[in-house]
């Protein structure tokens, strides 16, 4: 079974996942919900809804293959196949209104990114890639996602959804690659990865990623011909330190920087 | 003639503007193009090409109204109504493939932002007020926007587009409402004010504005029981320091730590 036969699927998981997220979404029980201590939380809700009937789907069709997701844990992680499920990736997108969340749906086949989507299902766009292509479905369309050369970083536009992930060692060398950059912006979690991918963004370099922050952004980004990768050149599926760049020259520039 | 008569004229300006400037968005030229001293900058082609048309259904119209707009200056500014325009508001949002620019619409009658419009056309969202009433017209229906009660600054989500709007006075002004607030978040342009209007965040603390990147939002924050000033609490409309706020209580909360 090679991944190209999962994107069936996966579009059945991004459907059954959206239905039950988009309910939550600017919902007036989101905007009324300002105690953090209250009996009921959104967000917290809709992540839950949706990483349940993803894992429900899973389980029926796949009953052999492992399941990690960001809500309920792990289960038979060590099989071939594990899905990788961030129900809601940008939960503070989530609740300010903004349409930059996304639902990721990874899937990697011993150990290594093997298919994944991010479903952003406000604006109805699907992006996702198996390593050697990527795509992304939309009501405008279906276009193939290829990255933009760069080769400077004086050039490239960065992106980080916030500083606040940062340690103050991490956040020393991020403003290295910042001073360096043409242009910084902030504030968009799972899109800017796929912004890159688009070829409309050059670099985004995060940390403290999980592996469900990351397995389902690895294909889509060197699917569209980019590279991601820790902070130290290694494979990004286990989060941590992340760098994904559309263009390795600049992956080299920025790595430089990040590690003076 | 009542503001409320021109709802259906910013209507038509709307779809006249998003049809001149989608064609631009995310297009390939838009990708390709890397060159600060190139020949074709698509964002500036789109910025121009909407302002145009918008300029020219006005003179139709309502020849004996004046316009302010950012690319072509002004004409006629003393008249009673006064048209103020900024074609694609977040620039570099365009530019990285964001869904977060916006048209600003705004008129203004004898000096005060009478009524005003944030048209989103790729996400089909338009964001609409008179001062009285705000109102979200999308895909998924319509709804009044009403900006959420928030008592304390340290139950306040914060937004800004960006610390580099800001003079090192202003930055550390800033941070003291930051250091206040529960949540704090950049990136957003105009879709933040719509945010807060929807009540789905606080607060919105921006400097050095233009009368074009304001008059639009002062109806939509107002419309929808906010309150938009300066930082010394004054009439927005000539843009400068700005703050909008969805809760009176923690505008002036607010104020008191940028004038501390």
């Not at 043409?182 to 050059?202: I, K, N, P, Q, W």
């Not at 294909?219 to 990004?236: C, Q, V």
Request: one cysteine or more; glycine letters at 10%.
């Amino acid at each position: 079974m090679t991944a190209v036969d999962f994107s069936a699927f996966v579009d059945e998981l991004a459907t059954l996942s959206g239905a039950a997220i988009l309910p939550f979404f600017r919902s007036s029980l989101a905007a009324s919900d300002k105690n953090e201590g209250g009996l009921f939380d959104p967000v917290t809700e809709a992540d839950r809804a949706s990483e349940v009937v993803m894992r429900k789907r899973i389980r029926e069709v796949f009953p052999h293959h492992g399941i990690v997701g960001e809500e309920f844990g792990s289960e038979n992680a060590d099989a071939e196949f594990v899905w990788v499920l961030d129900p809601i990736d940008g939960t503070k997108a989530f609740i300010s209104g903004l349409p930059l969340w996304g639902t990721l749906i990874g899937l990697s086949r011993n150990g290594s990114a093997a298919y994944g989507m991010m479903n952003q299902p406000f604006t109805k766009e699907r992006f996702f890639g198996d390593g050697g292509k990527a795509t992304l479905k939309s009501p405008q369309g279906e276009r193939t996602l290829k990255t933009r050369s760069c080769a400077s970083l004086k050039d490239a536009t960065l992106s980080s959804t916030s500083m606040t992930m940062f340690n103050a060692k991490e956040a020393e060398a991020f403003r290295r690659v910042e001073a360096a950059a043409r242009l910084t912006r902030f504030g968009y979690d799972c899109y800017a990865y796929c912004m890159v991918a688009a070829g409309f963004m050059d670099l985004v370099i995060e940390a403290n990623l999980k592996p469900y922050d990351v397995v389902a952004l690895i294909p889509i980004i060197e699917g569209a011909g980019g590279i991601m990768t820790t902070w130290d050149g290694k494979p990004a599926t286990e989060g941590g330190q992340i760098i994904a760049a559309g263009d390795k020259l600049i992956h080299a520039e920025a790595l430089a920087l990040l590690n003076r």
